[in-house]
């Protein structure tokens, strides 16, 4: 390949710069010609002559040659780029505004699935089911149908536009404009569901977008599925019998029903119901049920209790409360148990005993309890609740270990429990607040009535808005002060800290300590949490029994707290 050299000199009688090009003028067009645009600039500003071996110019006289050249490359690449920037954006609005109209047909379509799921299992509610396979497959649309309503509100809640979204009424001005933007820094930014003292970020613009509708088309396919495949679930519920109460309202069902526990209660059925005792336990099964506090095993046993086979078929129910069993003797306990179900008709004398703990289980009492219990008739069974997992050792049977529960399911009762009768797709933004506020809940159901009962008798956006910023102050307060979830804490005398979250500005503390619960027949105090929360009750500071929470469910116990009111 040719070597060129391009040289300029100084020659004081001419003109100040001058370029000399030596060498075959002809190869060099031809190497020039192939390149970019600067190449083709250059090579006119030389304007090589095939036939000079060396040729002169001056900078002068070229000088207008090369700006008219430049000038229309420069035209044509800015008219290049314009055009082509007009075509994509023409082509994304088309792609955008098919996206938009696919999204909104499958919300529809997910919804008319929601309406003829609730149907089938409002149907199924209506009935006594016995077929373990029919059970199994409806527990499944169950679980179908929570996760379908959080991927709708889910999806219309990221569908709503920065700083609007309906909803509520009630407020107005500067404070509803910075409750606005409060709430789109907050769907930007929120709390972790691991630790809210940390924050997570969450996808936001065509990202979001796109998992949004990927979400959203999975759940249809997969909701569309499970129901198209229930045909012979429905002809086959059409033969049980139906059961006898009151007309169904999801929302008054669940404020008389234990709420996401179908599975464990029908485990706790089948396992009562069995006549013959299991290898090696004499004549008296015992069934484990372990959990966290608050998390619903009272609720759960209570509730077994009341069914109707459950009662046919035992003789007598009885239920012993207490912290422990290590000063008891088989007369004592017998003395302190309650008596919750006796039918002297029942056939064989079975016997249901039922222990709620708080901890663990002395081993020597345990065993000196069972000795004197197990010689009962055939059939009759115990059961155990406690915190502590050491109690799974005295079961005859795996123990049955109650979770919290998962965010679709819980989500569905806060919906329910906070909106009521109301539709929430005619208050969007009141969804998206009530959302986050479920997912910082963490599954605690006292949370969740609690909440709810708060935002009923606050139904307006700014007062959702800012009942939802002292929830999370509260977790992030206790969660920093604790450095754990403060409703996770084992530890007795932890104090938690609250305050009221309707005013704008609380002005007094509200220390909680240890829960307790009593029973619905016991006295209770007359300044409750909720009226504290709200501004309702304002008692001087000082330290108060106050009741916590009201169950709406059976057996309706009191959750009362010791709290002391501080100055803030």
Same mark, same amino acid.
């Given at each position: 390949?040719?070597?060129? =050299? ?6 004081? $009688? ?5 370029? =000399? ?63 082509? $920037? ?54 499944? !649309? ?17 569908? !709503? ?6 909803? *509520?009424?009630? *407020? +107005? *001005? ?13 769907r930007a930014f929120a709390l972790s569901r691991f630790n809210p003292a940390k924050r997570v970020c969450y996808p936001s613009g065509e990202a979001d977008d796109a998992t949004s509708s990927g ?64 290898? +090696?336990? +004499?004549n008296l099964g015992v069934l484990p049920i372990v959990g966290p506090a608050h998390i619903g095993k009272s609720t759960l046993v209570e509730h077994v209790c009341h069914d109707v086979k459950v ?24 003395? /302190? ?55 799974v050792r005295f079961g005859t049977t795996q123990a049955l270990r109650l979770k919290c529960l998962p965010i679709e399911a819980y989500w569905y009762l806060f919906r329910t429990a906070a909106f +009521? ?9 009141? =969804? ?7 997912? &910082? ?13 708060? !935002? ?61 619960? $009593? ?23 000082? /330290?108060?029994?106050? &009741?916590?929470? $009201? ?18």
């Amino acid at each position: 390949m040719m070597k060129w =050299v391009l040289v300029f000199l100084y020659i004081p $009688r001419r003109p100040a710069s001058m370029l =000399v090009v030596t060498g075959a003028a002809s190869n060099l067009q031809r190497s020039i010609h192939a390149a970019n645009p600067l190449s083709r600039l250059v090579l006119h500003f030389l304007n090589l002559q095939e036939e000079s071996a060396a040729t002169t110019y001056t900078l002068k006289e070229s000088l207008p040659k090369i700006m008219g050249f430049a000038a229309e490359i420069f035209s044509s690449v800015v008219v290049a780029e314009l055009v082509n $920037r007009c075509m994509s954006f023409l082509f994304a609005k088309c792609e955008n505004k098919q996206a938009t109209a696919t999204v909104q047909e499958d919300l529809q379509l997910l919804r008319r699935l929601l309406m003829r799921g609730d149907t089938i299992v409002e149907e199924a509610e209506r009935r006594h089911v016995a077929n373990r396979d029919m059970l199994r497959q409806l527990s499944a !649309l169950r679980d179908a149908a929570y996760r379908g309503y959080y991927v709708l509100d889910t999806v219309r809640c990221r569908a !709503l536009p920065r700083g609007g979204g309906g909803g *509520g009424g009630g *407020g +107005g *001005g500067s404070h509803s404009n910075e409750e606005e933007e409060e709430v789109n820094r907050r769907r930007a930014f929120a709390l972790s569901r691991f630790n809210p003292a940390k924050r997570v970020c969450y996808p936001s613009g065509e990202a979001d977008d796109a998992t949004s509708s990927g979400e959203l088309r999975k759940m249809v396919c997969s909701l569309e599925a499970m129901i198209d495949g229930m045909d012979g679930f429905v002809v086959l519920l059409m033969s049980c019998p139906p059961l006898y109460r009151e007309p169904y309202s999801a929302h008054l069902f669940m404020d008389r029903c234990m709420f996401g526990r179908n599975m464990e209660r029908e485990r706790i059925v089948e396992f009562l119901l069995q006549t013959e005792p299991p290898p +090696g336990a +004499g004549n008296l099964g015992v069934l484990p049920i372990v959990g966290p506090a608050h998390i619903g095993k009272s609720t759960l046993v209570e509730h077994v209790c009341h069914d109707v086979k459950v009662c046919s078929h035992f003789s007598l129910i009885m239920v012993f409360s207490g912290n422990e069993l290590k000063d008891e003797t088989a007369a004592s306990f017998r003395d /302190k148990c309650v008596i919750k179900h006796q039918n002297d008709q029942a056939s064989k004398g079975r016997v249901l005993i039922v222990v709620e703990l708080l901890e663990d289980v002395d081993e020597e009492a345990w065993k000196r309890l069972y000795s004197s219990e197990r010689s009962m008739s055939q059939g009759s069974k115990m059961i155990i609740t406690s915190r502590s997992d050491k109690i799974v050792r005295f079961g005859t049977t795996q123990a049955l270990r109650l979770k919290c529960l998962p965010i679709e399911a819980y989500w569905y009762l806060f919906r329910t429990a906070a909106f +009521g009768s109301d539709d929430p797709g005619q208050h969007p933004k009141m =969804v998206s607040l009530a959302l986050e506020m479920a997912i &910082l809940m963490q599954g605690s159901f006292m949370f969740a009535y609690m909440g709810a009962a708060l !935002l009923n008798t606050n139904f307006n956006t700014q007062s959702w808005s800012r009942i939802l910023t002292r929830v999370r102050q509260y977790f992030q307060k206790n969660a920093s002060l604790i450095g754990e979830y403060p409703d996770d804490i084992k530890v007795k005398d932890y104090p938690r800290y609250t305050w009221n979250v309707i005013k704008e500005k609380p002005d007094k503390y509200f220390m909680l300590h240890d829960i307790y619960q $009593r029973d619905s027949g016991q006295e209770v105090p007359d300044i409750s949490f909720l009226d504290l929360q709200a501004g309702r009750a304002q008692p001087p500071p000082g /330290k108060y029994e106050i &009741l916590f929470m $009201r169950s709406p469910i059976p057996p309706y116990f009191n959750y009362i707290c010791a709290c002391e009111i501080r100055d803030m």
